[in-house]
């Protein structure tokens, strides 16, 4: 294990900034939905990109103690925030796509009273990818390898978004006996079969709703897991196709109010928006970052978690059933609806999950009440 450092070259910040001024925008397209990303928009945020003080923000990201480890083979980049309190519980905290680490700082910042563990996914930002076929078995093999091989953590309690959901899942129901708890935002689907079978109507109607949103709102996974290198050669060389991209899914996935995307501003700022598409394109790893869809491999059943369960609904799936909560989670400490917060929770009220998180830890007695 090794430290490190952002530290990304002024020609690399010289070139994306020369890009940026060269940004050939078009005007919206008719009958354009009302959802995602304006052409107004996305041309302030171009500008405000091209005179991002990133020196500034990379200062403040090396703040953070981080970390480069050989997990397993697979070079994986991560933040420690390790808590004044020798004897604090440990807290792994997963991104998704479009997610960096980054973009659960704040989140971990607010947890003084945990060893607060964020990991680049592999193939994500600083993270190497996986020298093979990256399922969510692998992603969490490493995640646990790291925590508990690398990291020396006996025990340690998980959480994880998008992505990383089921891989969080994953990890509680393969090790009982190092997991110590979960909370969940995204809350356990099951596979399609398993789908089919439900009898719960509340359940049928709340798969029902995704699957007639899967056309328009799933077609980026649809590109992602069919045509991963065609549409990373495009947006790889574009950093406004880049911020396009990934500001898109911040816009229609984060708790918006309908015709407002801007709204997404007031819970995750400019600069950390920025923030997050600099760090694609300086790593170069938005091919890399797609591997989750396209290397998904079988559609298996994760079996139940039995260790203690925390779950809070987040607003982009709010009518979620809390009987699939309850079927999955044997041992379900807490079932919410959160009133504010979307796909990204943590991000978008950090203070709210930082609070569930220290109640979670408290009632499982790791934390003093």
Same mark, same amino acid.
């Given at each position: ?70 997990? !397993? #083979?697979? &070079?994986?980049?991560?933040? $420690?925030?390790?808590?004044? @309190? /020798? =004897?604090?519980? +440990?807290?792994? *905290? ?119 949103? !899967? #056309?328009? &709102?799933?077609?980026?996974? $649809?590109?992602?897991?069919? @045509? /991963? =290198?065609?549409? +990373?050669?495009? *947006? ?134």
């Amino acid at each position: 294990m090794r430290s490190f450092q952002l530290s990304i070259p002024d020609d690399v910040v010289a070139d994306l900034r020369a890009r940026l001024a060269r940004t050939r925008l078009l005007p919206d397209s008719p009958r354009r939905p009302p959802s995602g990303l304006s052409s107004e928009h996305l041309r302030a945020l171009v500008d405000s990109w091209a005179e991002l003080d990133w020196s500034a923000r990379e200062r403040e990201l090396n703040e953070h103690p981080q970390f480069i480890a050989d997990v !397993g #083979g697979t &070079d994986i980049h991560f933040v $420690h925030l390790r808590s004044a @309190r /020798p =004897d604090a519980p +440990a807290l792994l *905290v997963m991104h998704g796509w479009p997610h960096t680490f980054a973009l659960q700082l704040e989140f971990a910042r607010l947890l003084p009273d945990f060893h607060v563990i964020l990991p680049s996914m592999p193939g994500f930002a600083f993270s190497a990818p996986y020298d093979g076929t990256m399922t969510e078995a692998v992603m969490a093999n490493l995640m646990h390898t790291l925590m508990t091989e690398v990291l020396g953590y006996s025990r340690y309690l998980t959480y994880g978004e998008d992505i990383s959901a089921n891989v969080s899942d994953l990890i509680a129901a393969s090790h009982p006996e190092a997991v110590q708890g979960i909370l969940a935002t995204h809350a356990h689907f099951g596979t399609d079969f398993e789908r089919d079978a439900l009898e719960d109507p509340e359940a049928r109607a709340f798969f029902a709703r995704l699957s007639a949103r !899967g #056309g328009p &709102d799933g077609a980026y996974a $649809h590109i992602q897991a069919t @045509r /991963p =290198d065609t549409l +990373a050669a495009g *947006v790889n060389d574009s950093p406004a196709g880049l911020l396009a991209w990934l500001v898109e899914k911040l816009i229609e996935w984060s708790d918006t109010p309908a015709g407002d995307p801007e709204f997404v501003e007031r819970r995750i700022s400019r600069d950390r928006i920025l923030t997050e598409a600099t760090i694609y394109w300086a790593t170069q790893s938005i091919a890399t970052s797609f591997r989750p869809y396209f290397d998904g491999g079988e559609d298996v059943p994760i079996p139940p978690v039995e260790v203690p369960a925390a779950v809070a609904i987040q607003r982009h799936e709010h009518d979620y059933p809390e009987s699939l909560a309850r079927a999955y989670y044997r041992d379900l400490r807490s079932f919410e609806r959160m009133p504010e917060g979307g796909h990204f929770t943590v991000a978008e009220v950090p203070a709210a999950m930082a609070d569930r998180m220290r109640s979670f830890a408290r009632e499982l007695r790791l934390l003093p009440a």
